[in-house]
């Protein structure tokens, strides 16, 4: 097999086990659509990168800490619903982007190409993925419990607002670091997809979280190899396994 | 002792709109009820005590308190996929404590509040609303709570079980010295449970022994006459 090949398969196996990990504990607020719309802020960041020549990945994730920075801190003050703030700061994004970027440049950002990756993206790749499976390991019970219940996770001291912004960080490291593989349109369901796969059968927190990660892991691999047969995009071959895995998991949902 | 010390709180963007005017102390070992109707103030009250909202004025806790909460309505979602014992696992277990010494595991404290140790296993959303209020009680009884802040125990109970939480509390009181903190709108419970009432319409209307304050001319300044109240006294021929 060619190398170049192994690079995609093992970056994108990467990726998406630290997408469906992030996903996991982002489902547990209900923050699906918090997610899809989060990845559209990185958009102007990946276009500056492309016009200034500097690693997108670095503009995607400053433009994604900067918005996710203004949305937690707007979130508090005002006490608007999240929704509301990523649906405007995340349309604002998009439309800079699109100023920004060419429309050819603009198809490849949304979509991504992941056949187009070079070792110092690989490397990338796999060391964000690492660094955020152990941060979210590591502080497993705080998010978990911040994530489902602010005031219980207020009431044993921990500090749930610190915390959201912690994880909002984090998220923001996965999707500037995927990104670049699946296209800003495509990052959303790698987060989600897994994640809303594996709560359906689950039968514990340990089960739901490891599952999101492996189906992430299956839908990614499975993708590439039928892009590679098929001689198609990975990215939309990757939503469509994961896609199926959900559909096929409804018919497993427990309760 | 006191253990808990609230001197002219006020909550509220508009200088104490939401809250205004709150003062009393707690002494180990009380069990005060918090009454007042709807948008009164009585969880946010609770909300100022956690430090979940900013006030104005001053709460004095006890050094070291261990505050146990557990909220009205849980905000957790009915399907998350999280077995009682992983969800106890979640806060840090409290170290043996003077007040609380036996069985420290998991199951002991399911067993406190009278769930077999097989609900370790149990996914949340598999819980009836009295067995899962019950695991959040175990909940608090895992950090060892000194103040137990319960808002409108029975909210979510059905009448057969109202009476046993209640007890429940009690009893957890009773063997290991909490004070206690609850909201509820049941006259007989308070009565029956409460050495302390604190009304609250915004504002602090009464604090001191149900007895001494809770006159019907009190009440109907609280409630505008409406009978919001449950008066269950004549159930417990007392």
């Given at each position: ?6 690079y ?5 196996s990467?990726?998406?086990a630290?997408?469906g990990?992030?996903g ?8 699906a ?5 989060l990845?559209h802020?990185a ?17 995607a ?19 608007l ?15 800079v982007?699109?100023l920004?970027?060419t ?20 490397f990338?790749?796999?060391s ?7 941060l ?26 610190f ?7 984090i998220f ?28 359906n ?11 999101s990660a ?11 190899f039928?892009?590679?047969?098929l001689?198609l995009?990975p ?6 396994v994961a ?5 096929v998991?409804?018919?497993?949902r427990?309760? | 002792?006191?253990i808990l010390e609230i ?8 200088n104490?709109?939401?809250?205004n ?7 180990k ?15 946010t009250?609770?909300r100022?005590i ?6 104005s004025?001053?709460i004095?806790?006890?050094k ?25 696992s ?11 010494d ?17 609900f370790?296993n ?11 209020q ?9 950090g060892?709570?000194d103040?137990?802040?319960f ?23 009773d ?15 308070i ?5 302390k009432?604190l ?13 001494e304050v ?6 109907e ?17 007392n």
């Open positions: 097999m060619e190398t170049n090949f192994l995609t398969l093992f970056a994108a990467a990726i998406a630290a997408g990990m992030i996991s504990f982002a489902l547990l607020r209900r923050m659509l918090v997610g899809d719309a990845s802020i958009l102007p960041g990946i276009a500056l990168g492309i016009i200034f020549n500097f690693n997108p990945f670095l503009g994730f400053v433009f994604l800490a900067l918005g996710t920075l203004i949305i937690w801190a707007v979130e508090h003050r005002t006490k619903p999240v929704e509301t703030l990523v649906g405007v700061v995340f349309t604002l994004a998009l439309a982007g699109a920004l970027s429309e050819e440049e603009l198809l490849e950002v949304l979509f991504g190409d992941i056949s187009k990756i070079g070792i110092s993206d690989v990338i790749a796999a964000v993925s690492f660094l955020i499976i152990s979210l390991l590591l502080f497993y019970k705080k998010f978990a419990l911040t994530l489902m219940s602010p005031d219980l996770s207020l009431s044993v001291g921990y500090k749930p607002h915390l959201e912004l912690l994880f909002l960080t923001a490291l996965g999707v500037a670091a995927g990104i670049k593989f699946t296209g800003v349109l495509l990052m959303g369901s790698i987060i989600i997809i897994p994640a809303a796969t594996a709560r059968i689950a039968w514990s927190m340990k089960s739901y979280i490891w599952l492996v189906l992430g892991v299956l839908g990614a691999v499975a993708g590439i039928a892009a590679k047969i001689g995009a990215g939309p071959l990757f939503v469509i896609g199926f895995f959900f559909f998991s409804v018919l497993f427990r309760n | 002792m006191s001197k002219n709180l006020k909550v509220g963007p508009k104490g709109n939401i809250l005017a709150v003062s009393f102390s707690l002494d070992g009380d069990s005060l009820a918090v009454i007042g109707p709807n948008g009164a103030g009585k969880t009250l609770f100022a956690l430090g979940a909202v900013p006030y004025g001053e004095i806790k006890d070291n308190i261990r505050i146990g909460y557990v909220p009205q309505k849980v905000d957790l979602e009915r399907d998350l996929p999280i077995t009682v014992g992983e969800f106890l979640l806060r840090t277990h409290a170290v043996a404590a003077k007040n609380w036996g069985d420290h595991s998991y199951a002991g404290a399911l067993k406190s509040v009278g769930l077999g140790k097989e370790l149990t996914k949340i959303g598999e819980l009836s609303s009295g067995e899962l019950r695991s959040l009680i175990a909940w608090a009884v895992v060892h709570p103040l137990l802040m808002d409108e125990p029975t909210a979510s109970v059905d009448i057969a079980g109202q009476e046993t939480v209640y007890e429940l509390l009690h009893k957890l009181q063997e290991h010295g909490l004070t206690l903190m609850l909201i509820s709108h049941d006259l007989s419970v009565y029956k449970y409460a050495n009432v009304c609250l319409n915004k504002a602090q209307t009464c604090f001191g022994p149900p007895s809770l006159s019907s001319a009190e009440l300044k609280l409630y505008g006459g409406g009978g919001k109240l449950y008066h269950h006294m004549h159930q417990n021929g």
